[in-house]
């Protein structure tokens, strides 16, 4: 299994920015998929944002043009970095890690989550 720790979260004014880091355990490029999810209250978990071991990254529409995802391969560290932040996006953010081989879990590992909370 891989370990995710996540950090970034936080309180930030709609318009504002934030950036939502998780560290992974083992190096990223042995991960398959790395992906940011969140979850507002009384809603269901939503895939946000992911990329592959290629760097190919896909975003969930509502994200588009506002989110982007990057890596820091040195540190083991996927980013989420969150422009115009809007009241919508505030949730519980997760990152996932679909790693194969000794480190594949059914489901993929997951963080502890980052609260986000964006102000009108």
């Known amino acids: 299994q891989v370990q995710l720790v996540e950090s970034g979260g936080g309180l930030v004014q709609a318009g504002g920015s934030l950036r939502l880091s998780c560290t992974a355990s083992i190096k990223i490029f042995n991960i398959n998929v790395m992906g940011w999810y969140r979850q507002a209250p009384g809603k269901q978990r939503e895939l946000v944002a992911a990329?592959?071991?290629?760097?190919?990254?896909n975003y969930e529409e509502s994200v588009k043009g506002r989110f982007t995802m990057s890596t820091d391969s040195a540190k083991n560290t996927v980013f989420l970095h969150m422009n115009n932040l809007k009241p919508e996006d505030t949730a519980v953010y997760y990152c996932k890690a679909e790693a194969g081989g000794s480190y594949f879990v059914p489901g993929g590992s997951w963080g502890q989550g980052t609260q986000v909370t964006v102000s009108s």
């Open positions: 990329m592959t071991s290629d760097s190919i990254a």
